[in-house]
């Protein structure tokens, strides 16, 4: 049955739509954490170099291999894939790239339901929080992470309301349609949430010190703590096991720490860490690159799926700037100096320091904390999770295209009936998450394997696919092809060579720290982390992690029975149009 081919209204749509879906809870989250976890200027130096040879060359390559794709007809990742590389596994392949953003949307949804509610909460004075063991409370009763299936109750303070909500209003957005939802939401979306940041940040940045009892506690020494490139730390000469140095920001902070090292006794020592020595980390390369794959959402399989409803003639190059440097603004300009240095100002560096790299920690546990305190805090607490819950709705429904776009092409059906499809799938999904909630496992554990493990995977795969598959010549002039820009020539080598070469070194750190618990920085020497334990560790598996896992393999089979039998993935192998 022949189905009307899909388009977006405009350009400036389509740019949105793009920096929507990268635009998310980690530009406000998860970098700032980042960036002071691992030295601030130091890490922005890893950053910078990693979104050159990491997040614009597969950036653009998905743009490209997306528009190249629709041009025969082609608008899943499956499609895309077969019609690039030629081959018959080549579709297979593909499916990695729907299970990634269908998968995280299932958890990520549960957090998007989290800020709405956090967010209406404060603003219906419902939320009143005086400490820091009341704030990990409430968090704790209202995701569920008590035991499992407590989240699954009716009430303003647990996030199941507000999940039924957010799922539904998701799916009412892709039902539309990508001009009539996606792009539409977008457009109002992404200005209200820049206006939200700002407003945000004017109260930031003139707080000053709010507690005369603490003056080092400032607006400005949280800045400091998140952008100094040199880092000076207080520790003892013989700390005891675990124990971590101190840091120290702001002059007068420091010439206390100097005199408090000098009446020591020799107990207490100071030193300045430098940015070559902070770059001598391979953590903080880790995390730099980590962040590139959730900040502008290459590797997710949104990009080549929202590039192949462009037009023949439509631009690639320079909207693919624009959308990553819409994204970039955002994370930095904005989420870099709101969060971090309000946490400093009334939390004190110690008490951020524990959180900084824990999204959930910062923003759920902390950030509430800060609210509470500050002057007409319900106000701007609601304020800072509306904009949550905006960036996170943008990127929640461009994970869903992909799925559309995927049972659409697989199964030959309409948008009306993928939409069911998909939905009666992710219900499940979700269901099965919101269930799980003890300790956050089912979420800690797709998040882990998903949402990090197969986006690695993924981004590797397509820019060897642009590179090599599809060649660099084929590859520039489908760039070129329109483009209101020229890629720079440097990027040839870049993308052929020192792109994938990065990927798989950077890669290959991230298993041998994270799953196989080699860091010889942190003097761990081969102890396999909690994510292999609680498939394989026997007494200390998790059921809720092996059936988590259980879960993906059962949707990757799923989703391979559907491209097996469909006949536009044979057409799409051999490089021919899709018929429809």
Same mark, same amino acid.
């Given at each position: 049955?022949?189905?009307?081919?899909?388009?977006?209204?405009?350009?400036?749509?389509?740019?949105?739509?793009?920096?929507?879906?990268?635009?998310?809870? /980690?530009?406000?989250?998860?970098?700032?954490?980042?960036?002071?976890? @691992?030295?601030?200027?130091?890490?922005?130096?890893?950053?910078?170099?990693?979104?050159?040879?990491?997040?614009?060359?597969?950036?653009?390559?998905?743009?490209?291999?997306?528009?190249?794709?629709?041009?025969?007809?082609?608008?899943?990742?499956?499609?895309?894939?077969?019609?690039?590389?030629?081959? &018959?596994?080549?579709?297979?392949?593909?499916?990695?790239?729907?299970?990634?953003?269908?998968?995280? @949307?299932?958890?990520?949804?549960?957090?998007?339901?989290?800020?709405? /509610?956090?967010?209406?909460?404060?603003?219906?004075?419902?939320?009143?929080?005086?400490?820091?063991?009341?704030?990990?409370?409430?968090?704790?009763?209202?995701?569920?992470?008590?035991?499992?299936?407590?989240?699954?109750?009716?009430?303003?303070?647990?996030?199941?309301?507000?999940?039924?909500?957010?799922?539904?209003?998701?799916?009412?957005?892709?039902?539309?349609?990508?001009?009539?939802?996606?792009?539409?939401?977008?457009?109002?979306?992404?200005?209200?949430?820049?206006?939200?940041?700002?407003?945000?940040?004017?109260?930031?940045?003139?707080?000053?010190?709010?507690?005369?009892?603490?003056?080092?506690?400032?607006?400005?020494?949280?800045?400091?703590?998140?952008?100094?490139?040199?880092?000076?730390?207080?520790?003892?000469?013989?700390?005891?096991?675990?124990?971590?140095?101190?840091?120290?920001?702001?002059?007068?902070?420091?010439?206390?720490?100097?005199?408090?090292?000098?009446?020591?006794?020799?107990?207490?020592?100071?030193?300045?860490?430098?940015?070559?020595?902070?770059?001598?980390?391979?953590?903080?390369?880790?995390?730099?690159?980590?962040?590139?794959?959730?900040?502008?959402?290459?590797?997710?399989?949104? %990009?080549?799926?929202?590039?192949?409803?462009? &037009?023949?003639?439509?631009?690639?190059?320079?909207?693919?700037?624009?959308?990553?440097?819409?994204?970039?603004?955002?994370?930095?300009?904005?989420?870099?100096?709101?969060?971090?240095?309000?946490?400093?100002?009334?939390?004190?560096?110690?008490?951020?320091?524990?959180?900084?790299?824990?999204?959930?920690?910062?923003?759920?546990?902390?950030?509430?904390?800060?609210?509470?305190?500050?002057?007409?805090?319900?106000?701007?607490?609601?304020?800072?999770?509306?904009?949550?819950?905006?960036?996170?709705?943008?990127?929640?429904?461009?994970?869903?295209?992909?799925?559309?776009?995927?049972?659409?092409?697989?199964? /030959?059906?309409?948008?009306?009936?993928?939409?069911? %499809?998909?939905?009666?799938?992710?219900?499940?999904?979700?269901?099965?998450?919101?269930?799980?909630?003890?300790?956050?496992?089912?979420?800690?554990?797709?998040?882990?394997?998903?949402?990090?493990?197969?986006?690695?995977?993924?981004?590797?795969?397509?820019?060897?696919?642009?590179?090599?598959?599809?060649?660099?010549?084929?590859?520039?002039?489908?760039?070129?092809?329109?483009?209101?820009? &020229?890629?720079?020539?440097?990027?040839?080598?870049?993308?052929?060579?020192?792109?994938?070469?990065?990927?798989?070194?950077?890669?290959?750190?991230?298993?041998?720290?994270?799953?196989?618990? @080699?860091?010889?920085?942190?003097?761990?020497?081969?102890?396999?982390?909690?994510?292999?334990?609680?498939?394989?560790?026997?007494?200390?598996?998790?059921?809720?992690?092996?059936?988590?896992?259980?879960?993906?393999?059962?949707?990757?089979?799923?989703? /391979?029975?559907?491209?097996?039998?469909?006949?536009?993935?044979?057409?799409?192998?051999?490089?021919?149009?899709?018929?429809?």
């Amino acid at each position: 049955m022949s189905q009307k081919k899909e388009a977006w209204g405009s350009r400036l749509g389509v740019i949105m739509a793009v920096a929507g879906s990268a635009v998310g809870l /980690g530009n406000f989250l998860r970098f700032p954490g980042l960036a002071a976890q @691992y030295g601030g200027g130091a890490f922005m130096l890893a950053y910078a170099i990693s979104f050159l040879i990491i997040g614009l060359p597969i950036g653009w390559a998905e743009w490209a291999m997306g528009r190249h794709a629709g041009q025969l007809g082609y608008n899943s990742a499956p499609g895309a894939f077969a019609c690039i590389m030629r081959n &018959r596994w080549a579709k297979y392949l593909g499916i990695i790239a729907v299970i990634v953003p269908v998968v995280i @949307y299932m958890y990520y949804v549960m957090i998007e339901a989290w800020c709405l /509610g956090y967010a209406v909460n404060f603003w219906s004075g419902k939320l009143s929080l005086h400490d820091a063991k009341e704030t990990v409370g409430y968090f704790a009763g209202f995701v569920g992470a008590a035991k499992d299936a407590s989240a699954m109750t009716f009430s303003w303070h647990a996030a199941l309301p507000w999940l039924i909500g957010v799922f539904v209003f998701n799916f009412y957005l892709i039902y539309r349609g990508l001009s009539g939802g996606i792009e539409k939401m977008c457009k109002i979306a992404m200005p209200t949430l820049i206006v939200l940041a700002l407003l945000l940040l004017v109260r930031v940045l003139t707080l000053g010190a709010p507690d005369p009892a603490r003056p080092h506690d400032t607006v400005g020494n949280g800045l400091g703590y998140l952008w100094n490139p040199t880092k000076v730390m207080v520790s003892k000469t013989q700390p005891a096991a675990g124990e971590k140095p101190r840091e120290v920001v702001g002059s007068a902070a420091i010439a206390e720490a100097k005199a408090e090292v000098a009446a020591s006794g020799g107990s207490l020592e100071l030193r300045e860490v430098g940015v070559i020595e902070q770059l001598a980390n391979p953590s903080l390369w880790l995390a730099a690159a980590g962040q590139i794959f959730f900040s502008l959402s290459v590797g997710f399989g949104v %990009i080549i799926v929202y590039a192949s409803y462009l &037009r023949k003639n439509d631009d690639v190059v320079l909207s693919g700037l624009t959308a990553s440097s819409t994204n970039e603004v955002c994370e930095v300009a904005l989420g870099g100096l709101i969060t971090v240095p309000a946490a400093v100002a009334f939390m004190g560096i110690a008490s951020v320091a524990g959180v900084a790299g824990s999204s959930v920690g910062l923003g759920f546990k902390v950030l509430p904390l800060v609210f509470a305190q500050m002057p007409f805090g319900m106000f701007f607490g609601g304020a800072f999770f509306f904009m949550l819950f905006l960036a996170a709705v943008t990127s929640s429904i461009s994970m869903l295209q992909p799925g559309i776009a995927f049972v659409e092409e697989a199964l /030959g059906v309409g948008r009306r009936a993928s939409v069911a %499809i998909l939905g009666l799938l992710t219900t499940f999904g979700t269901g099965f998450v919101l269930y799980f909630t003890g300790d956050l496992k089912a979420l800690d554990t797709l998040d882990f394997w998903v949402g990090t493990f197969l986006i690695f995977i993924l981004a590797t795969i397509q820019i060897i696919m642009f590179g090599w598959s599809w060649g660099i010549e084929k590859g520039f002039s489908e760039l070129h092809h329109g483009a209101a820009i &020229r890629v720079p020539w440097v990027f040839r080598p870049i993308m052929k060579w020192i792109c994938p070469g990065f990927l798989l070194i950077i890669f290959a750190m991230w298993l041998m720290k994270e799953v196989f618990g @080699y860091d010889l920085a942190a003097g761990k020497t081969g102890e396999y982390s909690y994510y292999i334990t609680d498939l394989f560790g026997g007494d200390k598996a998790s059921n809720a992690a092996q059936l988590s896992v259980a879960m993906v393999l059962a949707i990757f089979v799923f989703f /391979g029975l559907m491209t097996a039998r469909s006949h536009a993935y044979a057409r799409a192998q051999k490089g021919l149009p899709k018929n429809d």
